[in-house]
């Protein structure tokens, strides 16, 4: 088994877009737009032996505001520039009651099952409080990287960060040649 990264995706690897301070997916490819320091920090976690899976709901395309092939399209942008793994995607609306939808942990639990992977050495990064739900749930360590959205803040996330770099530096000061389990300081 093997440490993975489980990271959201709008918010933390592309820009979201911002309406009365609160965060959108992009419903168009081009207006889809990576973080700068995305690559960057990714390499720094491959490198250190972390699996990085990307795991996003996209309920727009479950309420039809949003064309399937658009997000797909984003979604494929993402995995070849990033070294990722695999784009998990809720696609379902936020009624469904789906078991992916997060803050439920099915993306993650099925992640874990298809690469086999040690959800205990594991860790969550995500800018919203499904991401810290869904990251709890599946019994990963979890990082908030708080972008000031108006909304409630997460419950309890085991690190609050400001930027995804921070995010990596956490992660790499705690796990790196300890995979077994340290809590994040
Ligand atoms: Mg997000
Ligand atoms: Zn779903």
């Given at each position: 088994m093997r440490p993975a990264v489980f990271l959201d995706r709008d918010g933390v690897l592309n820009l979201?877009?911002?309406?009365?301070?609160?965060?959108?997916?992009p419903r168009r490819c081009a207006d889809f737009q990576l973080y700068p320091e995305a690559l960057p920090a990714l390499r720094r976690l491959s490198d250190a032996g972390f699996l990085l899976i990307v795991v996003t709901?996209?309920?727009?395309?479950?309420?039809?505001?949003?064309?399937?092939?658009?997000?797909?399209?984003?979604?494929?942008?993402?995995?070849?520039v990033l070294p990722v793994a695999e784009v998990v995607m809720c696609p379902h609306s936020q009624?469904?009651?789906?078991?992916?939808?997060?803050?439920?942990?099915?993306m993650l639990l099925d992640a874990a099952l298809r690469h086999d992977i040690d959800l205990t050495a594991s860790v969550m990064v995500?800018?919203?409080?499904?991401?810290?739900?869904?990251?709890?749930?599946a019994g990963c360590r979890t990082i908030w990287i708080d972008r000031g959205y108006a909304e409630p803040?997460?419950?309890?996330?085991?690190?609050?960060?400001?930027?995804?770099?921070?995010?990596?530096?956490?992660?790499?000061?705690?796990?790196?040649?300890?995979?077994?389990?340290?809590?994040?300081q």
């Amino acid at each position: 088994m093997r440490p993975a990264v489980f990271l959201d995706r709008d918010g933390v690897l592309n820009l979201s877009e911002l309406r009365a301070g609160k965060p959108y997916a992009p419903r168009r490819c081009a207006d889809f737009q990576l973080y700068p320091e995305a690559l960057p920090a990714l390499r720094r976690l491959s490198d250190a032996g972390f699996l990085l899976i990307v795991v996003t709901n996209q309920p727009d395309i479950g309420n039809n505001l949003a064309d399937p092939a658009e997000v797909a399209a984003m979604n494929a942008q993402l995995a070849a520039v990033l070294p990722v793994a695999e784009v998990v995607m809720c696609p379902h609306s936020q009624s469904a009651g789906c078991a992916c939808r997060k803050p439920r942990p099915g993306m993650l639990l099925d992640a874990a099952l298809r690469h086999d992977i040690d959800l205990t050495a594991s860790v969550m990064v995500g800018d919203r409080a499904g991401d810290v739900a869904a990251g709890q749930a599946a019994g990963c360590r979890t990082i908030w990287i708080d972008r000031g959205y108006a909304e409630p803040a997460p419950s309890n996330p085991d690190r609050i960060v400001a930027s995804l770099s921070t995010a990596v530096d956490a992660i790499l000061a705690n796990f790196r040649n300890d995979v077994s389990g340290d809590d994040i300081q």
